[in-house]
């Protein structure tokens, strides 16, 4: 029985070990005897294309009759934002219907350091105060305008205009803008609108006035127009160019309010105050706006808006000034005692350099105390300003 089973697996035997003992080689086989190898290849980095350049068009509303009148303004225009810094690229003459107009192509961006188009911004103050009288509000803005001016921040037009049933006013100045440092920065193109004139031709003889006070500024104004106001009448719309960047609008200065502590009875006794706090606020090294008065309760006080440097710094801005309070810890038991220590106090503080813009003593008898309120700038004496109250 053994002797069979042995002879049985012999031949399976045989036949394995000649298919082991064969020799492979590449001509004996075919494709189909290798296995697949799977093989890693090298990585590769994702593909980069160097940054475009991006073309921008500069468009104007302006129509001619005649292709010939095209090429003298276009040729102008360009030279006009070649002027404000601006790299043109060329332009070409459209049909508009049956006039013609013109297209200008230019790059929307200027390197870091060129000197124009600035960076600056149109600004419009409004103190929120009604007046009855429109003499008042006259007065109030003429007094405004020459503030921003006398300030180094030049006044493109200030108006009176109707706020519930009273006169108020509003001044538009520009604002140098701050931008923050980056390689490159954007061209922007703007309008102004402003002015109000019964007749169009009214509106056309001052678009130079408006165009002048632009350049003066050293603002690039490359043209003004005559333009239609809702109320029927007219204005003047200047089309200007400054730079920007993707971080926002940054103004070198901005408002700030001291509301005063003084209470009166009658409002032209608070009015008749604001107007001599004034001068303190200049003494004090801000620059005064305007003075406005408010309702305290049944009687009347006032409040002062100023100019202060925005200092940007990582983190945020903190102004270049504010006003700061000092709380005497001391009581006295009359008021004319308080006041005489206020009196003596402020005029240490004038003598240190903290300008004093308002005061009060407070209290009741056996109990009075008083109040400073000065100007402080940032870092002096090591020490920040607060925002105002």
């Given at each position: 029985?053994?002797?069979?089973i042995?002879?049985?697996?012999?031949?399976?035997?045989?036949?394995?070990?000649?298919?082991f003992s064969q020799?492979?080689?590449l001509?004996s086989s075919?494709?189909?005897d290798?296995?697949?190898?799977k093989?890693v290849g090298?990585?590769r980095?994702?593909p980069?294309l160097?940054?475009?350049?991006t073309i921008?068009s500069y468009t104007?509303d302006e129509?001619?009759?005649?292709e010939s009148q095209?090429?003298p303004?276009?040729?102008?225009?360009?030279?006009?934002?070649?002027?404000a810094?601006?790299t043109?690229?060329?332009?070409?003459?459209v049909e508009l219907g049956?006039d013609?107009s013109?297209?200008?192509d230019?790059l929307p961006t200027?390197?870091?350091?060129a000197?124009?188009?600035?960076?600056?911004?149109i600004?419009?103050y409004k103190n929120?105060?009604?007046y009855?009288?429109?003499?008042e509000a006259?007065e109030a803005?003429?007094?405004?305008?020459?503030?921003?001016?006398?300030?180094g921040?030049p006044v493109l037009?200030?108006y009176?205009y109707?706020?519930?049933?009273?006169n108020?006013?509003a001044?538009?100045y520009l604002?140098?803008n701050s931008l923050?440092?980056?390689r490159?920065?954007?061209?922007?193109f703007?309008?102004?609108?402003a002015?109000k004139?019964?007749?169009e031709?009214?509106?056309v003889?001052?678009?130079?006035?408006y165009?002048a006070m632009?350049r003066?500024a050293?603002?690039?104004a490359?043209?003004?127009?005559?333009v239609?106001?809702?109320?029927?009448d007219?204005?003047?719309?200047v089309?200007?160019?400054?730079?920007?960047?993707?971080?926002?609008p940054r103004?070198?200065?901005?408002v700030?309010?001291?509301d005063?502590r003084?209470?009166?009875?009658?409002d032209k006794?608070?009015?008749k105050a604001s107007?001599a706090?004034?001068p303190s606020?200049?003494?004090?090294g801000v620059s005064?706006?305007s003075?406005?008065v408010?309702p305290?309760g049944r009687d009347?006080?006032?409040?002062v808006?100023?100019?202060?440097?925005?200092?940007?710094?990582q983190?945020?801005v903190i102004?270049?000034?504010?006003?700061?309070?000092?709380q005497?810890q001391?009581t006295f038991?009359?008021?004319t005692?308080?006041?005489?220590?206020?009196?003596?106090?402020?005029?240490?503080?004038?003598?240190?350099g903290?300008?004093?813009v308002g005061?009060?003593v407070?209290?009741?008898?056996?109990s009075?105390t008083y109040?400073i309120?000065?100007?402080?700038?940032?870092?002096?004496g090591?020490?920040?300003p607060?925002?105002?109250?």
């Amino acid at each position: 029985m053994f002797k069979k089973i042995t002879l049985a697996l012999f031949p399976v035997l045989a036949l394995s070990a000649a298919s082991f003992s064969q020799t492979f080689s590449l001509n004996s086989s075919s494709a189909g005897d290798i296995s697949d190898l799977k093989t890693v290849g090298p990585s590769r980095p994702a593909p980069v294309l160097p940054p475009g350049i991006t073309i921008a068009s500069y468009t104007t509303d302006e129509e001619f009759t005649f292709e010939s009148q095209v090429k003298p303004a276009m040729d102008a225009r360009i030279n006009a934002l070649k002027a404000a810094g601006i790299t043109t690229l060329g332009g070409r003459i459209v049909e508009l219907g049956n006039d013609y107009s013109f297209v200008i192509d230019y790059l929307p961006t200027v390197k870091n350091g060129a000197a124009l188009p600035p960076a600056v911004l149109i600004e419009t103050y409004k103190n929120g105060a009604g007046y009855w009288l429109k003499s008042e509000a006259e007065e109030a803005r003429k007094t405004c305008a020459a503030n921003f001016r006398a300030a180094g921040l030049p006044v493109l037009s200030s108006y009176l205009y109707e706020a519930g049933g009273d006169n108020a006013f509003a001044v538009d100045y520009l604002v140098k803008n701050s931008l923050r440092p980056t390689r490159d920065y954007d061209v922007k193109f703007g309008n102004y609108t402003a002015g109000k004139y019964t007749f169009e031709s009214e509106a056309v003889k001052n678009i130079p006035a408006y165009l002048a006070m632009f350049r003066q500024a050293g603002v690039p104004a490359m043209r003004g127009k005559a333009v239609s106001r809702s109320d029927g009448d007219y204005a003047v719309t200047v089309e200007y160019v400054v730079k920007t960047n993707r971080f926002g609008p940054r103004p070198r200065y901005s408002v700030s309010r001291y509301d005063s502590r003084e209470v009166f009875t009658f409002d032209k006794e608070a009015l008749k105050a604001s107007k001599a706090a004034l001068p303190s606020f200049s003494k004090a090294g801000v620059s005064p706006l305007s003075a406005i008065v408010r309702p305290e309760g049944r009687d009347y006080s006032f409040s002062v808006d100023f100019l202060v440097g925005n200092i940007y710094q990582q983190g945020g801005v903190i102004p270049s000034a504010a006003i700061d309070t000092y709380q005497a810890q001391e009581t006295f038991t009359f008021d004319t005692e308080a006041k005489k220590a206020r009196d003596e106090k402020a005029a240490a503080f004038e003598a240190a350099g903290l300008g004093v813009v308002g005061s009060a003593v407070t209290g009741s008898l056996g109990s009075f105390t008083y109040i400073i309120d000065y100007v402080t700038r940032a870092g002096q004496g090591g020490h920040q300003p607060r925002q105002p109250r």
